[in-house]
């Protein structure tokens, strides 16, 4: 009986890499180098970042306002201001689970996307407890804002793998790790801007722009390899 030799390729002189079974990225899922090097090696091309930086909000907005629709028993909603409800739901906890998991991954950057968190999830709530008439895709005698909802999440994915298979010509993060991916990318968007904009944390920046640069050499090699 003939056994096939598996495929490797040398990184050093003790050490190969197996690419019929790549060693597992993101183990260490509080390591915030090691998880957004993960993400950013999937999107490398501008305009992909661009597409990404557009519809990953838009995303995890039309989700909170899809699960907004998920109230716990009992519960009532209050209408803080026009645009602004409060109303414990899915989506409260959704996005405090987000929230407590960037935190705990990058405490300042984490804390500084409490803002942006909070007004998500009270938008969504006022248009999901008080959807108004003129609200796109509605029904005018019964509104809500479900199909709105939706159609924004719809399109904000399907622009992604645009971007994906257009400009990057590359698999999502998700095909690689779901949750991984999904979690991350609201993360990964507001880090980018702190890093673009604020120079917020340059060293932790280039660290990560590194190993995002090893994982996509990498990929890459494998990828002429198999």
Known sequence: MSITPRKTRSQGP?????????????????????????????HANKINQAIHFVCIPQILWSWLLIIAH????????????????????????????YLGYYVALEPVGGLTYLPIATLMYLTSTYLAVSPPTWLPFTDRSNPSAQPFGWAVFAFAWIAQFVGHGVFERRAPALFDNLV????????????????AFFNYKPELHKKIKNRSGIRIRDMNRAAKLK
């Open 14 to 42: 003790a050490e190969a890499i197996d690419l019929d079974h790549p060693p597992k990225e993101g183990k260490n899922h509080f390591d915030v180098e090691e998880e957004l090097a993960f993400y950013s090696s999937y």
């Open 180 to 195: 991984q991916a999904l979690v991350l990318a609201p993360f990964f968007v507001h880090l980018e801007a702190l890093f």
């Open 70 to 97: 998920l109230p716990i028993p009992g519960t009532s909603p209050h209408i803080l201001s026009t645009g602004l409800a409060f109303q414990p739901s899915l989506a409260l906890g959704w996005i405090v689970a």
